[in-house]
């Protein structure tokens, strides 16, 4: 996976619920874990921007509650601070489900997008609606 230019501050940690940002079907889902999750015993992953984690479906569609899917956080209250200094920070913490191929399963997403999710999943950039 390709590394950012920016420091992001991982602030999402497992039972975190976010929004699903777009139109699969879900509409809330919880981080079980990060994916590849790698660090200290007994510590908790923490997730920000730009990173694959696994959810369970909270609410929505009835083909998706109760299923674990994979996700990708593309929004954090939390602020990121860029490579010029700018700082950036959202509204609520979103995420878009993917499949194993690491593509967007809807067609559309609702809301911003951060530049960084651009830089490491280009097919996510096709259903932005805006970029940030």
């Known amino acids: 996976m390709k590394g ?3 420091n992001v501050s991982k602030t999402l940690i ?4 976010i929004t ?4 699969s079907g879900a509409k809330t889902i919880m981080i079980i874990n990060k994916e590849g999750k790698a660090g200290r015993k007994g510590r908790y992953s923490h997730a920000g921007i730009g990173e694959v984690v696994v959810c369970s479906v909270k609410s929505g569609s009835p083909q998706y509650v109760k ?3 994979r996700a990708v956080i593309i929004r954090q209250k939390q602020p990121i601070r860029r490579a010029n200094g700018m700082r950036v920070r ?3 913490n979103a995420g878009i489900l993917i499949n194993d191929l690491n ?3 809807g067609t559309e997403v609702k809301g911003p997008v951060a530049r960084e999710v651009i830089e ?3 097919k996510v950039a096709n259903i932005a609606s805006k970029v940030v």
Do not use: G, Q, Y
């Open 103 to 105: 593509l967007p399963i």
């Open 120 to 122: 490491r999943f280009i």
């Open 14 to 17: 497992p039972s975190s619920v």
């Open 90 to 92: 959202f509204e609520d």
């Open 20 to 23: 699903c940002a777009d139109n």
């Open 4 to 6: 950012l230019a920016t």
């Open 67 to 69: 299923k674990t899917v």
